[in-house]
């Protein structure tokens, strides 16, 4: 059996779920949810982020397919990070 890792992004997004953790959807947030739920999906370790950011699904009353058609439909609308990240800095994983 394969030992947990840590993921090199943990600790800066551990600030970013505890904010959402106590917070109300928005477009950013609900992006940023997205965002997290795609990097720690199928991450072998971090279980305890993933496991909050399925707490604010619930919270939210959203589930992982309502949440990514209501993305999908936002980042095709407009650009919700063109000023929180570098230009050309992707940071999906």
Known sequence: MLQDQTHPQEHRDRLIVNDLLNSQPDDYKLAELA????????????????QDLNKILISWNLTQEKLFIKTRELHYNRSLYSNSLDEGVQDWT
Not at 37 to 45: A, D, K, S, V
């Open 35 to 50: 965002r997290l739920l795609i990097r720690y999906q199928n991450f072998p370790g971090a279980r305890k982020v993933y």
